[in-house]
């Protein structure tokens, strides 16, 4: 298996721009996450799925940010309208299942996003 | 308030020495923990996990404690090589989520 994979692998753009960020999870994994890391917060959860269904999204910070997932193999994260602050790196990763029965999250390269 | 701390400043070390790195945390109760590694430009990767019931895991060479009394686990990479430095970062389950620590730079040089 390739592993996660995410695209663009960076992106920059105006404040005010709408974002996509693009991931396809590891084939079979129930679990994708979708995380968001910076210095000064480190890897902070955004929102996840279970096959397909978002379960948590507590971690959205914004009504600007939004995720589908709309078959196994394809997610999105979309921020609109971007901010400076939404400068960050952004993760995908997917598991089988849940860190709280012991299960560990494979993760993508990341997406680094630089909103000017 | 819920936390988990690593050291944030790095950790410089001399090849062939023990690197140890800790990661403490407050008002969690997880039944597993976890250790990642990130280089720079890349995703975390898993290295280890460790129960709640476990005391001690190891891997090759390396060695994860995790004391439920303390809320304490520490990594230990043995016998460490400048292919070693990186961030390892710890992580804990929440229930059904992993909260991660912000972690630890480690530095081995020759």
């Known amino acids: 298996d390739a592993g996660v994979i995410q695209s663009p692998r960076h992106e920059v753009t105006e404040m005010g721009q709408e974002v996509t960020l693009r991931c396809k999870p590891i084939?079979?994994?129930?679990?994708l996450f979708w995380y968001r890391q910076t210095m000064m917060r480190g890897l902070e959860l955004l929102i996840y799925?279970?096959?397909?269904?978002?379960?948590?999204d507590s971690g959205m910070p914004e009504d600007r940010f939004s995720a589908k997932m709309p078959n196994a193999s394809f997610s999105t994260l979309k921020i609109q309208p971007s901010e400076p602050r939404d400068s960050a790196v952004y993760f995908c990763?997917?598991?089988?299942?849940?860190?709280?029965?012991?299960?560990?999250?494979?993760f993508g390269p990341g997406t680094r996003l630089t909103v000017l | 308030s819920q936390k988990i701390e690593q050291n944030s400043e790095a950790l410089n070390i001399q090849e062939g020495k023990t690197a140890t790195l800790t990661c403490n945390y407050t008002?969690?109760?997880?039944?597993?923990l976890q250790w990642y590694r990130q280089d720079p430009g890349r995703g975390p990767v898993f290295l280890l996990l460790?129960?709640?019931?476990?005391k001690e895991k190891r891997k090759e060479r390396l060695k994860v404690t995790f004391d439920t009394t303390l809320k304490q686990s520490l990594f230990h990479i043995t016998a460490s090589q400048p292919a070693d430095s990186a961030t390892y970062l710890c992580?804990?389950?929440?229930?059904?989520?992993?909260?991660f620590g912000t972690g630890t730079r480690l530095q081995v040089f020759p």
């Open positions: 990763a997917s598991s089988f299942i849940l860190a709280g029965l012991g299960d560990t999250q494979y």
């Open positions: 084939s079979g994994h129930d679990y």
């Open positions: 799925f279970n096959n397909n269904v978002p379960i948590d």
């Open positions: 008002n969690y109760s997880p039944a597993y």
């Open positions: 460790i129960r709640e019931n476990e």
């Open positions: 992580a804990l389950d929440n229930t059904d989520k992993l909260i």
